[in-house]
């Protein structure tokens, strides 16, 4: 019968903040609503109960009463809902009379602005070090290949100052007859 805009609602640790949230009824009926915070001394909303006509919003601010120094787990609101047959009734008396079963959890959270950015710097320097890492390797597979190949070409430099041009082709004369001889 409703939908909330939020799923949860973030403070920042250390501020004042003041969020807002809708409720939408996307129900054909009126409904009311009443919302409760299991923590009231650290949270103030501007509407405690309500009444959502038929497709329409209703737009709510909840606010920390102390600057959220301290991270608290398991801050929620929970917002009951029903439906209201007569528009005319006093809202506050129609809630005393009932506790609807029909609720949407909406979690409170803290969050630490300065503990995520430096996770997040964290997550970004580690991604760069492997990032290094793998270019390094490659820079010293590269090396390797470059120092193979200087020491092929500085064998055959060496086996090229050896000899002669005319000794070269003496070699290889004798090395054909030899390789003929033995066939």
Known sequence: MIEVSHKSLQFQQGLFNQLRFKIRNVSDVPITFRIRCNNNTNYKLDHYT????????????IQNIVAADIKLFGDQLEIQYAELADPQEDLKEFWKSRKSLDHVIIAIEVLDVQQQQKETLLAELQAKSQSLQK????????YAQAQKSAVDINYFNQFQEGFTVGQLMLVIVIGLFFGGIFR
């Open 135 to 142: 270019e390094l390797q490659t820079i010293k597979q590269q």
């Open 50 to 61: 309500g009444l959502i006509q038929s497709r329409q919003d209703f737009e709510n601010c």
